[in-house]
T-cell receptor, first 109, second 114 residues
Framework: TQLLEQSPQFLSIQEGENLTVYCNSSSVFSSLQWYRQEPGEGPVLLVTVVTGGEVKKLKRLTFQFGDARKDSSLHITAAQTGDTGLYLCAGVVGSRLTFGEGTQLTVNP | NAGVTQTPKFRVLKTGQSMTLLCAQDMNHEYMYWYRQDPGMGLRLIHYSVGEGTTAKGEVPDGYNVSRLKKQNFLLGLESAAPSQTSVYFC?????????????FGPGTRLTVL
């Protein structure tokens, strides 16, 4: 079983602060995805990173895939209250995804 | 397009009762999945299907059965519900490209087993 560990599990910050969420595994994945989930809804894909060392930016969100394709990070600059939600990383192997436990982010006004 | 829909949204069962959760997608996706989500455990794969008429076990298949008789539908059955199956169940569908496996999720079914 391939495991993905996310840290921290919970994060509560003030609006305007920066934060980083980590996703680590001992397994290699063909690609890695980040999803965001709001209460009462299913996860929604934010980004897929495919190449080792790849960096992708989505407005104030920066995603990085580790060189060995075993880990990833999500950095949010100047967090806003609208960033509040559950962030999930998922490792892709073929037709299956393995999800991390998630990071519950709360951005306070 | 409705995307991925799930029926019902909520259900309360007594231990030993059976039920079927229905997932439907209108995106012509080949792949469909059933997950359960429990606090602090992320999403765990129960069963999945890579095409009409095919099913495969995921990470936590015990106590569940599935069927994919039509491409657009994926059914999850609980033959004899147990309190440990209290969870939120999500269905997803996807197509696979060279860029990865983007999964589209339904809104979830919240199941309580008493």
């Amino acid at each position: 079983t391939q495991l993905l560990e996310q840290s921290p599990q919970f994060l509560s910050i003030q609006e305007g602060e920066n934060l980083t969420v980590y996703c680590n595994s001992s397994s290699v994945f063909s690609s890695l995805q980040w999803y965001r989930q709001e209460p009462g809804e299913g996860p929604v894909l934010l980004v897929t990173v495919v190449t080792g060392g790849e960096v992708k930016k989505l407005k104030r969100l920066t995603f990085q895939f580790g060189d060995a394709r075993k880990d990833s990070s999500l950095h949010i600059t100047a967090a806003q209250t609208g960033d509040t939600g559950l962030y999930l990383c998922a490792g892709v192997v073929g037709s299956r995804l393995t999800f991390g436990e998630g990071t519950q982010l709360t951005v306070n006004p | 397009n409705a995307g991925v829909t799930q029926t019902p949204k909520f259900r309360v069962l007594k231990t030993g009762q059976s039920m079927t959760l229905l997932c439907a997608q209108d995106m012509n996706h080949e792949y469909m999945y059933w997950y359960r989500q429990d606090p602090g455990m992320g999403l765990r794969l129960i069963h999945y299907s890579v095409g009409e008429g095919t099913t495969a076990k995921g990470e936590v298949p015990d106590g569940y059965n599935v069927s994919r008789l039509k491409k657009q539908n994926f059914l999850l059955g609980l033959e004899s519900a147990a309190p440990s199956q209290t969870s939120v169940y999500f269905c997803a569908s996807s197509y696979i490209t060279s860029g990865g496996n983007e999964q589209f999720f339904g809104p979830g079914t919240r199941l309580t087993v008493l």
